[in-house]
């Protein structure tokens, strides 16, 4: 980063950090003040589950310092009082929480007005609300999203791993990716990450996925969230062929890897709406139906079986969803 974007990136964290300390009561000095802000403020790093710690360099006279610490998601005052050491550790166990902290200069005179100002970060929580947002039936190819904290913990991770399976749990595979939101990109209200990849093993197969987020400590080392409970996905079969057979159509797809059963569901026309048809068993590829009912579009989803669990096709819940219509 170029010095200039260095200090628009500086002025910015201290334009943000003015805006929430002006909600704290300070308590006003009648007469005369300290002058000066402390230098080199930062924060100097979190044990999971215990506490987070800031550092500054001493500033000569100073008989201590006020410190004022406040919560980003909820404004509110974590700690209010006066220090006479050079650091300040508080004690938390939340997670995903954003600290603004706010050092001033106290002498024999008083307590400054300006402060030295600064973020902190405990540990993430695990992503949640994963989902499949594209998977085009017949391929590997799969974007998943899901929702992070909400916009007002102010609280973006630093990244991701993403860890997938085939259903029974083999060929494991951990892809690693930095965060691509920002905190202008929400959907419901909550950070919205999104994950696109060829996945290994999930062609024509279903997979399983786990997901932690990470914040880069002061040291520069990762602060791992728990990975969030396994979800399974499985596709929908690829048609290959839909073609007239008479006052009839016959729609032929592509097998799914362990499947009992496949369900053909209609695309009502006009409206995003699915209509169950027919179902076949797993031993079948094909299926003649109505020719009415490829006009609009069909989708054959599956049923697998595999260490003794069944595994519906997740494609209803997909967002971005294909259709089969004739030849």
Request: with cysteine; proline share 3%.
């Amino acid at each position: 980063m170029n010095k200039k974007k260095a200090i628009k990136k500086i002025l910015s964290l201290v334009l943000a950090l003015m805006l929430i300390f002006s909600v704290v009561n300070i308590p006003a000095v009648e007469s005369k003040a300290a002058t000066g802000v402390v230098t080199n403020l930062r924060w100097s790093g979190t044990k999971k589950g215990k506490e987070i710690s800031w550092t500054w360099d001493a500033f000569p006279g100073a008989t201590g310092y006020k410190v004022v610490l406040v919560d980003v998601a909820t404004s509110g005052v974590l700690y209010d009082g006066i220090v006479t050491t050079t650091s300040f550790t508080y004690k938390t166990k939340a997670k995903s929480q954003k600290i603004a902290i706010g050092v001033y200069v106290v002498d024999a005179v008083g307590v400054s007005l300006d402060y030295a100002a600064e973020f902190g970060y405990t540990y993430p929580v695990a992503p949640n609300t994963i989902r499949v947002w594209d998977w085009m039936q017949g391929t590997g190819s799969v974007t998943l999203r899901w929702y992070g904290l909400k916009k007002t913990s102010g609280y973006v991770p630093d990244g991701y791993e993403i860890k997938t399976t085939t259903l029974d749990g083999k060929k494991k595979k951990v892809y690693k990716m930095k965060t691509n939101c920002s905190l202008s990109a929400y959907a419901e209200d909550a950070l919205l990450e999104t994950f696109s990849k060829n996945i290994k093993g999930c062609k024509n197969a279903g997979f399983k996925v786990s997901i932690r987020s990470y914040k880069i400590s002061p040291n520069g080392k990762k602060m791992y969230s728990a990975w969030s409970k396994a979800k399974a996905f499985v596709p929908a079969a690829k048609i290959t062929k839909a073609y007239r057979m008479g006052s009839n159509g016959k729609a032929v797809w592509n097998p799914i890897k362990n499947a009992t059963s496949y369900t053909i569901y209609r695309k009502v026309a006009g409206v995003n709406k699915l209509v169950k048809v027919k179902t076949v068993s797993g031993s079948s590829t094909s299926a003649v139906l109505p020719v009415s009912y490829f006009y609009s579009g069909l989708v054959v989803t599956a049923n697998v079986r595999v260490k003794g669990k069944t595994y519906k096709s997740t494609f209803m819940k997909q967002y971005n969803r294909y259709y089969k219509y004739f030849n």
